[in-house]
């Protein structure tokens, strides 16, 4: 049985038996080779559902928006698996909130070029870290090299390295989609939604551009579950796993072994981990 038949079959049994309120997954988008995401309520709707190479938007988001309905079931890949993860240690869901039905991921593609998107190629988990069920065989995990733009940039003199972020967030367009697509970014309330002076600008300019984007990436820094999505749906082509992917090798090195975000539930995560008897020799 494909992958495919077994979400579709696990679907209409989880809905049919009430054990979930929704299934959370793929359907086929506008055109042959485009996938958009698709919430099915009800067992004679679960024929919508597809998966193949062209399923390229992650969908933890997605799932996290209808927790409280009911139960949720979301196909999981490693990404999808990962976002779970950090959704309970943000406190955003409990465990049994959400039926996992684990998913191999063999890489998707480009529906542009037919190439392997980035984020696949860079992907260090194809299988699922956390499922209920698995729906297929596990897949290899060839661990591919993923920091190769970021010994681009540290070996950059200091202007170069600012010419190179001015040049990319100069092309921002605050359309916060990076922000939208990421399951690191829960905050109700957003710092750049909040209506006070002088914490963040309104203005168009590479400051308020570059502003924004650090901070983000930031407080995203040691949660990032390298799912790629804000480079993804960025519009502009900005490079943020390069900035990502710098901060999860330097936390590696200062507070390592760490891999990433999202691979437990229970963390720790570094920048937010202390220990009370830390003598601070530094201050």
């Known amino acids: 049985m494909s992958i495919q038949d077994s979400i579709r079959s696990r679907a209409a049994a989880l809905l049919e038996s009430g054990e979930v309120a929704c299934v959370v997954g793929w359907t086929k988008g506008r055109f042959d080779n485009t996938r958009a995401p698709l919430v099915v309520y009800d067992a004679d709707q679960v024929d919508r559902l597809v998966f193949d190479e062209y399923c390229i938007q992650g969908l933890g988001c997605y799932a996290l928006e209808h927790v409280g309905e009911g139960k949720v079931a979301l196909c999981a890949r490693g990404c999808e698996s990962r976002a779970v993860n950090r959704f309970i240690a943000d406190k955003q869901m409990e465990r049994d909130q959400m039926h996992v039905l684990g998913i191999p991921c ?84 957003c710092f750049v939604d909040a209506e006070r002076p002088g914490w963040e ?52 090195a200062l507070f390592g072994p760490y891999e990433g975000g999202g691979l437990t539930a229970d963390g720790p995560d570094p920048l937010r981990s202390y220990n009370v008897d830390d003598v601070e020799e530094f201050m």
Do not use: W
Request: charged share 35%; glycine share 6%; hydrophobic share 30%.
């Open 106 to 189: 063999p890489g998707m593609r480009d529906p542009r070029t037919g190439d392997e998107l980035k984020k696949c190629r860079e992907c260090q988990r194809r299988n699922p870290v956390e499922h209920d069920e698995l729906l297929g065989d596990a897949v290899d995990e060839p661990a591919p090299y993923r920091f190769a733009e970021v010994d681009a940039l540290e070996a950059m003199e200091p202007r170069e390295r600012r010419a190179f972020f001015d040049d990319a967030f100069s092309k921002c367009i605050r359309c916060y989609a990076c922000r939208n697509a990421c399951p690191c970014c829960t905050c109700k309330g």
């Open 201 to 252: 600008g309104r203005e168009f300019n590479v400051d308020e551009m570059r502003y924004y984007g650090m901070i983000r990436a930031f407080h995203t820094g040691d949660r990032c579950i390298e799912c790629g999505e804000c480079e993804r749906v960025c519009p502009m082509g900005l490079p943020l796993m390069t900035l990502m992917h710098k901060q999860v090798r330097d936390i590696d």
